[in-house]
């Protein structure tokens, strides 16, 4: 007789991201980006070349997200929004590593699938303000601190400048064609106080430091880029 599986062993099993399917992603970012815009990388010799890495990045635009994958220098796993999983979209995104999650309660199994991510050494991508906005880091969710405290991996701040600027003339949800968009890495830096503390006043004391260090990131990246 066919043993059918516990209602709890079932919500456990977790399927883990694909570490080739994010590299394949990260060549299809390749060729779109730089064959259908002029991205200008800077400061991609911050991101540490191995181990677990959680990239912050500020989220103006939708094509944010894709920039990012095709320029930055390892293949990033992004917990994305459940509602672009729609259609053929949802198996193509599971399929290049990328993490579905509901921003509208606890989400287990993106919660074990991003952690999973950096116990492996991958890297992480998250919009930290939760929702596409004036991509500016004014508010910050919690799950940034949590993420980064649980698992002990450096944050790296990533500005993505441009997206914005100008609409295109054929598609006008997106910027010009062969339109500099600039992406700029800052330095690694740990988010814990190195008490290893995972409480909610560590967390609230975590999520204060990394928003005074990815404001400061993208101040930075705007006088370097001149945008």
Do not use: C
């Amino acid at each position: 007789m066919r043993r059918h599986p516990h209602r709890g062993e079932a919500s456990r099993r977790v399927t883990p991201p694909s570490e080739k399917g994010a590299a394949v992603g990260r060549g299809i970012g390749i060729g779109l980006m730089y064959g259908l815009w002029k991205p200008r990388v800077l400061g991609a010799w911050r991101v540490p070349a191995s181990g677990p890495v959680i990239f912050a990045v500020n989220h103006a635009h939708n094509l944010d997200g894709p920039m990012l994958m095709g320029t930055a220098p390892r293949p990033v796993h992004f917990l994305i929004k459940k509602e672009a999983f729609k259609g053929p979209l949802g198996p193509f995104l599971e399929g290049i590593g990328q993490l579905k999650v509901d921003r509208g309660a606890p989400d287990r199994t993106a919660i074990t699938g991003a952690l999973d991510v950096l116990a492996h050494g991958g890297v992480l991508g998250i919009f930290p303000e939760g929702t596409r906005g004036e991509g500016d880091f004014a508010s910050l969710r919690a799950g940034l601190a949590y993420f980064a405290v649980r698992s002990g991996a450096p944050i790296v701040p990533v500005a993505v400048l441009g997206s914005t600027d100008r609409r295109g003339r054929l598609i006008k949800a997106l910027p010009p064609l062969r339109s500099r968009v600039d992406v700029v890495f800052g330095d690694a830096f740990q988010a814990g106080d190195g008490s290893g503390r995972r409480t909610r006043t560590a967390l609230d004391d975590a999520t204060v430091r990394i928003q005074e260090r990815l404001t400061a990131h993208l101040e930075n990246a705007k006088r370097l880029t001149g945008r």
